[in-house]
């Protein structure tokens, strides 16, 4: 009567386990044969180099992303709009317009406790924000803004991941901190602004 013996080695692979079944059968002449199996999906896996199974990249920056600094919404009367805010929704901190010229942009922070509105108007007419309000004629939200805690690997990450940059490397925005901004075509259309915490 022909016997079957199964032995399972688990030897360890960079990209998992992977199991094989050795199978020996005694035919009719006596004679005997090894059989070997292994799944074939492990195999792929073993083969795959790192981070394609599921294993982290080398070398892979290490940050973190942080809370909401702010919504940015370009608006065409700076007055206005600080009025609607202050007045209208009452809130508690609206600050003063204080120009930026190296970004083209006047600037008010509407302070909500948890997070803050900030209100852009152009600076010039080279500004990015006068190009937004010409195909925006009542203004709208420009970007999201959220904190970063180390701005140089997170602006490395996500280029490796091919997400591109407006700027090659970080500048000083209106908090006094480096920032970048992120091209909204991959970001699912919107504009998003990464700050150093």
């Known amino acids: 009567r022909p016997i079957k013996s199964f032995v399972a080695n688990a030897p360890h692979r960079a990209a998992g386990v992977v199991r094989r079944f050795s199978i020996s059968r005694t ?3 006596g004679s005997t044969k090894s059989i070997e199996a292994a799944p074939a999906a492990a195999a792929r896996r073993s083969s795959a180099p790192a981070g394609q199974a599921g294993l ?3 070398n892979h920056p290490v940050w973190e992303l942080g809370v909401l600094n702010h ?3 370009a608006v065409p009367d700076m007055a206005k709009s600080a009025a609607f805010y202050k007045n209208v929704l009452r809130a508690k901190e609206v600050s003063e317009q204080v120009a930026l010229p190296e970004h083209g942009v006047y600037t008010v922070f509407v302070h909500l406790g948890n ?3 900030e209100l852009l108007h152009p600076y010039g007419d080279k500004s990015p ?3 937004f309000l010409e195909r925006n004629k009542d203004g709208g939200i420009h970007h999201v803004c959220i904190e970063v805690d180390d701005i140089e690997a997170a602006l490395l ?3 490796t991941k091919g997400i591109r940059s407006l700027d090659k490397k970080p500048k000083i ?3 006094g ?3 970048v901004f992120l091209h909204p075509k991959d970001c699912g259309g919107v504009l998003v602004e990464l700050e150093q915490k």
């Open 177 to 179: 901190k480096p920032v």
């Open 115 to 117: 997070t803050k509105i």
């Open 56 to 58: 982290p990249p080398q």
């Open 157 to 159: 990450d996500v280029t």
């Open 71 to 73: 919504v940015a919404i």
């Open 129 to 131: 924000i006068a190009k």
């Open 173 to 175: 925005g209106a908090h």
């Open 27 to 29: 035919n009719s002449t």
